[in-house]
T-cell receptor, first 113, second 111 residues
Framework: DAGITQSPRYKITETGRQVTLMCHQTWSHSYMFWYRQDLGHGLRLIYYSAAADITDKGEVPDGYVVSRSKTENFPLTLESATRSQTSVYFC????????????FGQGTRLTVV | AQSVTQPDIHITVSEGASLELRCNYSYGATPYLFWYVQSPGQGLQLLLKYFSGDTLVQGIKGFEAEFKRSQSSFNLRKPSVHWSDAAEYFCAVGRGNKLVFGAGTILRVKS
């Protein structure tokens, strides 16, 4: 099915553990993004990627790692999860041009206990 | 600092009443402007966007937005709200490679 999918949808992990959130898109969009959504803050950009093997930091990158070896995948890794990383994470993708629509996944709700 | 401001965290309107959600941005040049809607437990869906031309843009679900350069605003409007419009609404600005969001406005619709 065409679209952008995130997995898992829900995840509970312990403090200090490594966890990876997956994002896959089928449009061959150049750009992919990771946001976290927290009450009162809207969506804050964690990392983004303009193409395979090209990534850059957003607003709140600390504690996160990304990679993009293939155009369609953009995993987000929390190397050592902290409770402050409890959030809802959204992946998005879009084509070339800042005026093009970004398409969002359904989100991953991550709880760090 | 460059930012997107949505001054209203919550808005409650009666079904059938008109709606206006405010958005201001602080970028120097005219950026690309978007409104997205998020229904509970869902991802974000694009309502409309502006990047040039007519300053009044029409979107899906009966929404429209007006770009006012002098006020650095891009307010979202709907003439008659339906109960199904209850959701969270985000204004966003596209600058370079990034898409920057405001904090969102939660719309409640009372019958």
């Amino acid at each position: 099915d065409a679209g952008i999918t995130q997995s898992p949808r829900y995840k509970i992990t312990e403090t200090g553990r490594q966890v990876t959130l997956m994002c896959h898109q089928t449009w061959s969009h150049s750009y992919m993004f990771w946001y976290r959504q927290d009450l009162g803050h809207g969506l804050r950009l964690i990392y983004y990627s303009a193409a395979a093997d090209i990534t850059d930091k957003g607003e709140v990158p600390d504690g996160y790692v990304v990679s993009r070896s293939k155009t369609e995948n953009f995993p987000l890794t929390l190397e050592s999860a902290t409770r402050s990383q409890t959030s809802v994470y959204f992946c998005a993708s879009r084509g070339q041009g800042a005026n093009t629509e970004a398409f969002f996944g359904q989100g991953t709700r991550l709880t760090v206990v | 600092a460059q930012s997107v401001t949505q001054p209203d965290i919550h808005i409650t309107v009666s079904e059938g009443a008109s709606l206006e959600l405010r958005c201001n941005y602080s970028y120097g040049a005219t950026p690309y402007l978007f409104w997205y809607v998020q229904s509970p437990g869902q991802g974000l869906q694009l309502l409309l966007k502006y990047f040039s031309g007519d300053t009044l843009v029409q979107g899906i679900k009966g929404f429209e937005a007006e770009f006012k350069r002098s006020q650095s605003s891009f307010n979202l409007r709907k003439p008659s709200v339906h109960w199904s419009d209850a959701a969270e609404y985000f204004c966003a600005v596209g600058r370079g490679n990034k898409l920057v969001f405001g904090a969102g406005t939660i719309l409640r619709v009372k019958s």
